[in-house]
Nanobody, 124 residues
Framework: QVQLVESGGGLVQAGGSLRLSCAASGRTFSTYAMGWFRRVPGKEREFIAGISSWGSGTVQADSVKGRVTISKDNAKDMWYLEMNNLKPEDTAIYYC?????????????????WGQGTQVTVSS
């Protein structure tokens, strides 16, 4: 059974940093691209960042560009999203997702497996 589990969320002050982790199990994900998404209550889930299956191709949304680093450890089936200079508008539930393809895309429907999400709250 495929499972993605996010961790690392929490409460942080504006300007602070967090590192989110996503642990994958149930199969080998070395050939999967991976994305991070977030959802603010009342809004659609949005793409934040993604990384290709080989780990060197990354994509970031304009809303977070320059403030996040995404990485992938294929040996451990772990993915990470490091967020810096956090802002109150970054408050959301953050999800990791895996796609049965090598290339990152932004479309939510392109991802095959999803975690349950982890809450990030940024106080002003």
């Amino acid at each position: 059974q495929v499972q993605l589990v996010e961790s690392g969320g929490g409460l942080v002050q504006a300007g602070g940093s967090l590192r989110l982790s996503c642990a994958a199990s149930g199969r080998t994900f070395s050939t999967y691209a991976m994305g991070w998404f977030r959802r603010v209550p009342g809004k659609e889930r949005e793409f934040i960042a993604g990384i290709s299956s080989w780990g060197s191709g990354t994509v970031q949304a304009d809303s977070v560009k320059g403030r996040v680093t995404i990485s992938k450890d294929n040996a451990k089936d772990m993915w990470y999203l490091e967020m810096n200079n956090l802002k109150p508008e970054d408050t959301a539930i953050y999800y990791c997702a895996a796609r049965r393809a090598a290339i990152v895309v932004r479309a939510i429907t392109a991802y095959d497996y999803w975690g349950q999400g982890t809450q990030v709250t940024v106080s002003s």
